[in-house]
């Protein structure tokens, strides 16, 4: 019972917009040109980088560091930075305790994790600033 409690919350969360999908909504809300194939896209399926959210990042950044978006970008970039060092933490522990064994619940175990670790949270974030 409690399991299937767990499912149906999950499945809930899994269709609602992420953190960075309302942050991209408060952008466009703003003035700022987000496509709206990244406004009203499919949030249960991975977020996929636009050039042009890369754009008003951009545009952001090379503003006035002090506008209030530009430092929910830099506070953005905190959480993304935390959430790397996690996931790498997570590696090495794991590489450590398991080598290259199968993960949990059937998982390539190091393998799934090293190609997770290399994806950025929020990533125009990061792209936006060789522009800067």
Known sequence: ????????????????????????????????????????????????????????WTALYAGDENDELARLGEALTDVAELVWRWRNDHLVATRRAMGSKTGTGGSAGVAWLEKRAQKNVFPELWTARSYV
């Open 1 to 56: 019972r409690g399991a299937t409690r767990v499912h149906a919350e999950l499945e809930k969360a899994l269709h609602e917009p992420s953190l960075y999908d309302e942050v991209l909504r408060l952008l466009a809300r703003r003035g700022h040109a987000i496509p709206a194939a990244v406004l009203e896209r499919d949030v249960s399926r991975r977020y996929e980088p636009s050039p042009e959210v890369e754009a008003t």
